[in-house]
């Protein structure tokens, strides 16, 4: 008498929604065994998709029949035992083998001498099936993110709303990040405080275990909390609600970014990586450490940056620069861009008068603002046809993706701040000559993360290495001050610190600037 295994299956995959639960296709497959009169001596439930090998209860179903232990098998429909060419191929061989000596499911039987074509075709079309609905569903979660509907797992502060398939703030826990960003951003709070404010509230991981600090930073990190989210690699506009500023974001990842380094040397041997972009290719500049023996067995360690771009068969031709050099060069870019001491004060008395006057100059910001947007808009969209002619690779077009849509929303934050609270940009305007006013002390010392932290504030992204030596396209706030320097002796400082129209909330202007900049205006 054959003896048989019973298999049911069904797993939370979309595809399986039509077929009867474990409970249902465990009745009926009962039912069928005992109307065929079929031995069942043991049966097998497994909740796991067939589309990918490696189910384990089917691999210990299809190990014991090789061993003997059960001639046949009852199951739902032969799309149950496999759904991908791996598991169907072990399942044919098996029944062509005579190891397999009958398959009864609902509505028909399979047995080694049928034409094992037919089989063949119906596992086929199973694998084929689960392939395009794959592809399908991919396809399907790739235009829910371009339409800024987020389709996966509501990140920490928000929630799915299975009613609209959306992602909703959480308002508890919505309250809780906007205070870690908060209390970051402040530069006092290290992140296991954050960690005890979040066991202290309740909020714990998977086994009620505390959030570790790497959690925490993966949260402030995270871009969905201003209103974009990560999906496939890429960036994207969220159309949910966003929990914290741009402004806030940026701020507790600055501080962030100098918290991942010491600010000795030898805890931090690289502190410029990732500052610099090759002039020639456009690649990241990193850094690399060495050793130099002398005859006499002296060691010495130095840093050398070059130019990321390097494989067998390709390299870029810009040379390297010694890690001290770069400094020096670095160190001298702050200095042109620090503020005389006794500029403070005047410019801190003008912002006074220019917060009685803000309307006008706000409105005027909010138009050169929304132009810049607009411009921000036809880049991306030029460097999404260039991604599609093939003309740059993917990692460089995320990249610069990222980039541009990171300055865009910071800039529509800027105009929404301006828009609500005309006089908001006096504050940001205040840290702007605090930041300024410190560039030379930062620039004589050894805190070289102080030192990435106020050229990225800078530069931005405009950094750049050619042959040797480091320049940069400053912000324009920043070349403002830099051409307003170059006047210094040469124009009365009255005159240097008058406004032409206002101190302009987003650039803080001049009244003397280079014919370039004025050009570029």
């Known amino acids: 008498m054959i003896s048989y295994f019973l298999y049911a299956r069904k797993s939370t995959d979309v595809e399986d929604k039509q077929i009867l639960s474990i409970e249902g296709q465990l009745a009926e497959l009962h039912i069928l065994a005992k109307r065929e009169q079929l031995n069942v001596v043991e049966v097998f439930v497994e909740k796991k998709s067939a589309k990918m090998p490696g189910r384990p209860m089917f691999g210990e179903m299809m190990a014991r029949i090789q061993k003997g232990e059960a001639q ?3 199951c739902w429909k032969i799309d149950r035992l496999a759904r991908n060419p791996v598991d169907g191929g072990q399942i044919q061989w098996l029944l062509q083998n005579g190891n397999i000596a009958h398959i009864q499911t609902h509505d028909r039987s399979y047995y080694p001498a049928d034409n094992v074509l037919m089989m063949s075709v119906e596992l086929g079309m199973a694998t084929e099936y689960i392939r395009q609905l794959s592809a399908n569903t991919s396809r399907g979660l790739k235009h829910k993110a371009r339409m800024g509907i987020y389709p996966g797992v509501a990140p920490f502060g928000y929630q799915n709303d299975p009613a609209t398939k959306t992602v909703v703030v959480h308002r508890k ?24 404010m979040l066991e202290k509230a309740g909020v714990l991981s998977r086994g009620n275990i505390r959030i570790d600090i790497s959690r925490v930073s993966f949260i402030l990190q995270n871009p969905f909390y201003y209103g974009h989210f990560r999906y496939t690699g890429e960036i ?13 974001w940026d701020r507790a990842n600055a501080v962030l970014a100098g918290k991942r380094h010491r600010t000795s040397k030898e805890a931090d041997p690289r502190p410029f990586c990732g500052l610099l ?11 690399e450490n060495r050793l130099k023996r002398q005859v006499s067995g002296k060691v010495h360690h130095y840093v050398y940056y070059h130019c990321s771009k390097k494989s067998k068969t390709t390299a870029c031709d810009e040379p390297c620069i010694r890690g001290e050099v770069l400094d020096r060069q670095l160190s001298a870019l702050l200095g042109d861009y620090a503020m005389p ?9 003008m912002l006074d008068r220019e917060a009685q006057t803000a309307t006008q100059t706000a409105s005027e910001a909010v138009f050169e603002l929304r132009e810049h947007v607009a411009e921000l808009s036809r880049n991306l ?14 990692a460089d077009y995320l990249a610069r993706r990222r980039a541009l849509m990171s300055e865009k929303k ?15 940009w006096i504050e940001p305007t205040r840290e702007w000559i605090k930041d300024a006013s410190r560039l030379d002390e930062i620039a004589k010392s050894e805190d070289y993360p102080s030192k990435k932290i106020s050229l990225q504030k800078i530069f931005g992204s ?14 324009i706030h920043w070349r403002e001050l830099h051409s307003a320097r170059a006047n210094s002796g040469k124009i009365p400082m009255s005159l240097i610190l008058e406004p032409r129209v206002g101190i302009e909330p987003t650039t803080c202007a001049f009244a003397y600037t280079s014919p370039s900049y004025i050009r570029e205006g």
């Open 381 to 394: 969209s030029r460097l999404t046809d260039v991604y599609v002619a093939q003309d740059i690779e993917r």
């Open 462 to 475: 405009n950094l750049t290495l050619h042959a040797r030596e480091a320049r940069g396209i400053a912000l």
């Open 236 to 248: 994207h506009e969220g159309k949910h609600e966003p929990l914290v500023t741009k402004d806030l």
């Open 173 to 196: 826990n919505a309250k809780l990040v906007k205070k870690m960003f908060e209390l970051y951003a402040a530069g006092t709070v290290p992140l296991y405080r954050l960690s005890d």
């Open 72 to 74: 046949g098998i009852v």
């Open 410 to 424: 910071s800039v529509e934050e800027k105009i929404d701040r301006l828009l609500r609270t005309p006089s908001a």
């Open 277 to 287: 972009r090759c002039a020639t290719c456009d690649m990241s500049i990193t850094g």
């Open 341 to 349: 001491k006794e500029w403070i004060a005047p410019l801190s008395d």
